[in-house]
């Protein structure tokens, strides 16, 4: 990197005592500086489809991302044909052009939401609804797959054509003549957007892995990814045909305050039996699209098995229009993989040592409990305590909210259940249209979903109009900075089941929580934050720190040679180079004495 500083993390990779090879910047290590390098040292120790990615600022946006898949022992022997999909969400712009225009900075442009571009093409005429919940305050340009695609074409009075897209090259995947069924690894890498993929002629989609693990297989009509979430999809060849192909989109149901359906941003995934291909392999070539012709309608959705009820997977919610959903908490673990986990996953029956609320919103912008989370000045090389961070106040904690390091300390070794909550004032008018999902992600761990509840639903429109029951906002001014969980109703409604999925990112439902269990085994300060980069880079974070009192890890294993970086605090870079000055100053005198010393010591001797 020539320009710009950057750091990798690796995404759904645990990193057991590794912590410093968790690559995420300000936390375990400073950047990665421009005509510098860092070599990053893991064991593949939890196997699965995992990716890493940029982890500084929103520099994923500009493509610093990539899978990261490790196989078991047994799908090394599996005679299946798979690919890697890398699914994002694309602008065509650089990612320090977006932030000029963050939609979340309201209130610093004098009630101008946008400063750059965003007003150009982000209208919300243009925004993409679902339930009557803003998907996002941006508009994408396109959906790419491994990085191809195509974008909208921009009219004469600038605007963005919602209906047109331009001419462009796309991947095309060939396998052998004898394939049945390919395995797609599919990763969403974007940055703002909820996508769902299904695949054309109404095939169905069975999704066998989450995450990186193991599923009951489940079949549906199309799989919801929020943002950082992996599956592994399986799909097979239609009986009397070579060509399989499959469509990447935004998911919602419409744009605008009324939700009216219009055509969004797709790709085309394009799979081809060909006699020259060997058996399992797979290999791709670049052919020319012409997006123009490609008519993307629901006919093309209900085309075949008309009288079978259509389902969608891993939504984040009941019902997508009259479609049903199976939601996270409705998929099952494999327990033939069970023993890969390294320790016995929570039961459900189990009394949590610490139950720990985080309310999602944007009462005072994008924050975790009424807090923009502030990066520490340096990282954490030495603990919490030693490090330059700006510290919570009592009332920042309990209610006002405001703009610190917020640190949640744990024990190693304590049961923690955690309720998170994407919840808005529901009387807060103002609000009514920041009401959105957020794609969660905890780094160092994995975690059992064990609870979904979805925001209540207004009979008449099918919108979400107020928050799920068993929650309720603090009238603080209507901020509704925590949500707290009326605990009576909230226990009739818990489920019993013990054998819920592991994730390391889930969607919180709009207006609604999700519940999730974790022992607390993998010491260290561990970014917690949503996955969408904008709600990430204005503060919608905090700082999980698992503390080990025995041995003091991962601070104990710092690595003597880990790069430093500077404060850059003007006052403290002008007293050091006084006293370089002064040094130098020293020194120069010091060596001219010498220097007479030996000159007076040779005149002696002559």
């Known amino acids: 990197m020539h320009e710009e ?23 375990s290590q400073c950047p990665v500086h421009a005509h510098n390098s860092f070599t990053y040292v893991m064991r593949a120790e939890n196997s699965g ?19 990261f898949i490790i196989l078991d022992e047994d799908e090394k022997a599996e005679e299946v044909s798979w690919m890697p999909l890398v699914l994002t969400d694309w602008w065509n712009t650089d990612s320090t ?85 390919i395995q797609l690894k599919t990763i969403h890498a974007g940055f703002e957007q909820p996508i769902f993929i299904r695949a054309r002629g109404a095939r169905r989609l069975i999704l066998t892995a989450l995450d990186g693990r193991r599923v009951l297989p489940e079949e549906g009509d199309g799989i919801f990814m929020g943002v950082g979430e992996t599956v592994n999809i399986e ?23 009324s939700s009216t359906p219009t055509k969004q941003p797709f790709v085309k995934i394009s799979i081809l039996r060909d006699g020259l291909v060997k058996e399992f392999q797979v290999e791709k070539q670049l052919v020319p699209s012409y997006p123009d012709a490609v008519d993307i309608t629901e006919s093309d959705v209900d085309s075949e098995n ?22 996270v ?48 000045e ?32 744990v024990k190693k070794g304590e049961l923690i259940e955690f309720r998170v909550t994407a919840a808005e004032h529901p009387e807060n008018k103002i609000k009514r249209w920041q009401r959105t999902y957020h794609a969660i992600h905890l780094h160092g761990y994995e975690f059992i979903v064990t609870d979904i509840g979805f925001g209540s639903t207004n009979k008449t429109t099918g919108f979400i109009d107020d928050l799920h029951p068993a929650i309720h906002c603090k009238d603080d001014h209507l901020k509704c900075n925590r949500a707290h969980f009326d605990e009576k109703l909230f226990k009739k409604l818990r489920s019993t089941r013990d054998d819920h999925i592991a994730k390391n990112t889930v969607v919180v439902p709009s207006m609604g929580y999700v519940v999730f269990r974790l022992r ?28 080990d009192e025995e041995e003091n890890k991962p601070f104990s294993y710092l690595p003597k040679n880990m790069p430093r970086c500077h404060d850059y605090h003007p006052k403290d870079i002008a007293i050091k180079e006084v006293s370089i000055n002064q040094m130098t100053s020293s020194g120069i005198s010091a060596i001219f004495s010498i220097f007479l010393l030996l000159i007076i010591f040779a005149f002696q001797n002559e």
């Not at 679902?130 to 074409?153: E, H, Y």
């Not at 305590?385 to 300390?409: F, M, P, R, Y």
């Open 5 to 27: 500083s950057f750091s990798l993390h690796w995404h759904g990779l645990h990193q057991v005592d590794n912590y410093w090879n968790d690559g995420a910047a300000m936390f």
């Open 49 to 67: 489809t995992h990716w890493y990615h940029s982890h500084y600022g929103i520099q994923r946006a500009d493509g610093l991302h990539g899978a």
């Open 97 to 181: 052009h977006l932030a000029a225009s963050d939609p979340y900075r309201y209130g610093n442009t004098n009630g101008k939401r946008f400063t750059g571009a965003g007003t150009k093409h982000c209208r919300t005429d243009d925004k993409p609804f679902m339930t009557g919940v803003k998907m996002s305050s941006l508009c994408v340009d396109s959906i790419v797959a491994n990085g191809r695609g195509q974008f909208r074409v921009v009219d004469s009075d600038d605007q963005f054509n919602k209906n047109k897209f331009q001419f462009s090259v796309l991947e095309e995947h060939r396998v052998s003549k004898t394939t049945k069924k």
């Open 235 to 257: 799909v097979e060849f239609p009986l009397e045909e070579d060509r399989l192909e499959l469509i990447a989109e935004i998911m919602f149901e419409g744009i605008g305050k």
């Open 306 to 327: 008309e009288t079978v009820e259509k389902l969608f997977l891993n939504c984040p919610s009941e019902k997508i229009g009259d479609i049903k959903c199976k939601t």
């Open 329 to 376: 908490v409705d998929f099952r673990r494999d327990l033939k993989f069970e023993s890969r986990f390294a320790h016995p996953p929570p039961s459900i029956s189990e009394q949590p040592d610490r139950v720990i609320e985080l309310n999602m919103n944007f009462a005072i912008g994008a924050a975790i409990n009424g807090i923009e989370f502030k990066y520490p």
């Open 378 to 409: 340096t990282p954490f090389f030495d603990g919490v305590i030693d490090s330059k961070l700006t510290k919570c106040s009592e009332q920042a904690l309990t209610s006002d909210g405001g703009h610190c390091t917020n640190i949640l300390e």
């Open 520 to 547: 607390a085994d993998n010491p260290g300060v561990w970014p917690f934050h949503c996955h969408q980069l904008f709600h990430n880079y204005e503060g919608m974070a905090v700082a999980f720190f698992v503390k």
